[in-house]
């Protein structure tokens, strides 16, 4: 068993293996079937920037646009846990409603 924490136990480092599926598994879900990242609003206030801006340094912007950035992450955070809660939801009935045959 290989770790960067030498406390763990090699079945601590095996549970932990066991969470990242299943979160890879959750983030898989997220992605393809509720497009839970795929976030594309644009605030018209805002300039456009190219796909692949590097470099990006926060310093360099003013207050204003700023408080314009933070407004759009946290309007991201929005729609990535909202899809979180839907997928908690559909999973909840799926093991719910399993009993019914339509």
């Known amino acids: 068993m290989l770790s960067t924490?030498?406390?763990?136990?090699?079945?601590?480092?095996?549970i932990a293996y066991s969470w990242?599926?299943?979160?890879?598994?959750?983030f898989r879900t997220?992605?393809?079937i509720l497009?839970?990242?795929?976030?594309r609003l644009w605030r018209e206030d805002m300039?456009?920037?190219s796909r692949n801006h590097k470099n990006i340094k926060l310093k360099d912007y003013s207050e204003q646009q700023l408080v314009k950035i933070r407004e759009k992450v946290?309007?991201?955070?929005?729609f990535v846990n909202l899809n979180?809660?839907?997928?908690?939801?559909?999973?909840v009935l799926?093991?719910?409603?399993?009993?019914l045959h339509f």
């Open 20 to 26: 990242r599926f299943k979160i890879e598994v959750i």
């Open 5 to 14: 924490d030498c406390n763990l136990t090699g079945i601590e480092i095996i």
């Open 74 to 78: 946290e309007d991201f955070e929005r």
């Open 94 to 99: 799926s093991l719910e409603m399993q009993q």
């Open 84 to 91: 979180a809660l839907v997928l908690g939801i559909l999973q």
């Open 47 to 49: 300039p456009r920037s």
């Open 30 to 32: 997220l992605i393809e």
């Open 35 to 39: 497009s839970g990242f795929s976030y």
